[in-house]
């Protein structure tokens, strides 16, 4: 959390990152939504999911459903 402001999300970044500057990062909102926003740039605002919306999105990224073959 940012001290000066402490509603502010703690942004993540996946385990798996190689610091490559090609990542997501994800943060729980105090809605009880989602956000997700470029690591590059973290300024330009993040986009927001409903928490059940992005949880199937994941179980499904997990699941290799959007694997390319």
């Known amino acids: ?4 402001n402490p509603a502010s999300p703690r942004w993540r970044k996946s385990r798996y990152s190689n610091n490559g500057g090609e990542c997501v990062e994800v943060a729980d909102l105090d809605t009880g939504a989602v956000g997700v926003r470029d690591s590059k740039s973290p300024n330009l ?3 927001t999911f409903q928490a059940n919306t992005w949880a199937t999105f994941t179980a499904n990224v997990k699941a290799g459903q959007y694997n390319r073959r």
């Open 45 to 47: 605002g993040h986009l």
């Open 1 to 4: 959390m940012d001290a000066s």
